[in-house]
Every structure is written in structure tokens, then in C-alpha cells.
């Protein structure tokens, strides 16, 4: 079962930039499997900010987010990263990591069957 630790998490001015990391262990890899990033405001829905499919790298991003994050990997480290640049107020949320073995839809939240605990992210205006 696929184990995962969000950190990075923190507060910071708008416009300003922070790094998640997730460290995964016994995750599975399938022609299907993905890794992402999800995030959850207070009184909103979880949605998906950044994917990665993990056979070839391929990259999703969420509308919102698009030019200002970017999701990475390092395998050999077990590591994946979300690198958010130009961070706005609107950004503020707990930000989770996924993984799951059989995704046919990146940014999909119910596609997603491992998550981590989630680290709180806050930028300030």
C-alpha cells in the first residue's frame, strides 16, 4: 500500500513562491498509474491542481494554476514535487498528495485511492 508524506508547506506573501514535497513509498507502477497534487479550501471541493503520469512524465494542470506551478519527480529519491511560483491569496488551501494505479483522468479526485495527510498552504495579500 502506497505511503505518502506531504512537507513544505507554509505561509508566504503574494507573489512569492514555496516548494511541496511528497516522499512515497510502495507505490505500484501500472500503464495506468498517476501521481498528483490535490488542494482543499475552507468550504470548497478538493480539486486537482498538477499530475503526473507516470510511465512517460506526461504533465495536467489545473486551469488555475497553469504557468505559475510545476509538478516534478525525482524516483530515485522517492520524491514528488510541486514547485508554485507567482502564489496568490486565492491559492491559500491544505494541499494533498495522491497516487493511484489505474487513472484515466489526471486531475480527477475520485481516481485518486492514496493520499497523504496534506500540508497547509497561506499566502497572504
Known amino acids: 500500500q502506497v505511503q505518502l508524506v506531504e512537507s513544505g508547506g507554509g505561509s508566504v506573501q503574494s507573489g512569492g513562491s514555496l516548494r511541496l514535497s511528497c516522499e512515497y513509498s510502495?507505490?505500484?507502477?501500472?500503464?495506468?498509474?498517476?501521481m498528483g497534487w490535490f488542494r482543499q479550501a475552507p468550504g470548497k471541493e478538493r480539486e486537482g491542481v498538477a499530475a503526473i503520469r507516470w510511465n512517460d512524465g506526461t504533465t495536467y494542470y489545473g486551469d488555475s494554476v497553469k504557468g505559475r506551478f510545476t509538478i516534478s519527480r525525482v524516483t530515485s529519491k522517492g520524491r514528488l514535487y510541486l514547485q508554485m511560483n507567482s502564489l496568490k491569496p486565492e491559492d491559500t488551501a491544505m494541499y494533498y498528495c495522491?497516487?493511484?494505479?489505474?487513472?484515466?483522468?489526471?486531475?480527477?479526485?475520485?481516481?485518486?485511492?492514496?493520499w497523504g495527510q496534506g500540508t497547509q498552504v497561506t499566502v497572504s495579500s
Open positions: 495522491a497516487a493511484s494505479t489505474h487513472t484515466l483522468q489526471a486531475l480527477l479526485e475520485a481516481e485518486y485511492d492514496g
Open positions: 510502495g507505490f505500484m507502477y501500472t500503464s495506468r498509474s498517476h
